[in-house]
């Protein structure tokens, strides 16, 4: 039997993508130095913000994080900003695949075997360090999880799912396809997870 898990949507990220941080991975993890890295250093510093509504507006602010919305950098540099995550991921030997601003992870496990999916679990609670860690929090109001398994089944798997087992729907989309267990059981004998997670800002 197999289970698999996860998507981290980043929706919000760029809003606390950390300047400081941002710099240390532009160097330390991509090897960016000299005149790129300055660019990179110009391109940050001394941007501000204001918020305008009608004929007002707000002072401004000197920005110490995120980039300017509708930049061809954003996606980039949050994508870049998110490296050290992976790392984690891979050390928990739990496969996953990044499309956008989305983390999905897999793990399998036997028919009663769930040492595998205790491994996720230790995987998702490292997640949540580090995302602490750069600014950014996983939103638990819009996880969703769903567990593709014979019926008799997903009562012992989510009993073995923490407090994600509150978050099991019956179907969930993912990439724009809706998937149910009903129709992953016909094509296998395996049992799937999905997690589906979102980040928020952290305040």
Request: with cysteine; glycine share 6%.
């Amino acid at each position: 039997m197999e289970a698999r898990a996860g998507s981290l949507s980043h929706l919000l990220g760029l809003v606390t993508l950390v300047h400081e941080i941002m710099l240390e991975r532009l160097h330390n993890d991509n090897g960016l130095s000299g005149s790129f890295l300055r660019w990179f250093v110009s391109y940050f510093s001394g941007r501000s913000y204001k918020v305008c509504v009608d004929s007002l507006s707000s002072e401004a602010k000197i920005l110490s994080c995120g980039v300017p919305q509708g930049s061809v950098l954003g996606p980039i540099l949050f994508a870049l900003y998110m490296i050290p995550l992976r790392l984690i991921i891979k050390f928990s030997n739990i496969f996953y695949h990044l499309y956008a601003d989305d983390i999905q992870l897999y793990c399998s496990f036997g028919k009663n075997n769930y040492r595998n999916l205790s491994n996720l679990l230790d995987c998702l609670a490292s997640i949540r360090v580090w995302l602490n860690d750069n600014h950014l929090l996983l939103n638990p109001n819009k996880t969703e999880t769903i567990i593709f398994a014979p019926d008799d089944k997903i009562p012992s798997i989510k009993n073995h799912l923490g407090s994600l087992s509150s978050s099991v729907q019956p179907s969930l989309r993912n990439l724009g396809v809706w998937f149910d267990n009903f129709t992953v059981i016909r094509w296998t004998l395996l049992v799937w997870i999905v997690l589906v997670f979102h980040l928020t800002s952290r305040t």
